[in-house]
């Protein structure tokens, strides 16, 4: 009877691809979508930290509806 082993490998995770994606993905929006994203920018981050008991309400009302 043969007797297995398993390799304990690693690897790193430096986001490289997620930032090619990114890079690729910003070059094709326009100046006037770069301004509306930093303008509505603080909103969608306040969002996320926090979101309203009204907001919660619809993401549920939605989920429901599907």
Known sequence: MKTRYMMETSTIDNG?????????????ITDLEKDFYKKISPNLDELIKSPSEETISRIL???RSL
């Open 61 to 63: 009302d939605y989920s």
């Open 16 to 28: 490289s691809v997620e930032k090619d994606i990114k890079g690729n993905f910003m070059e094709n």
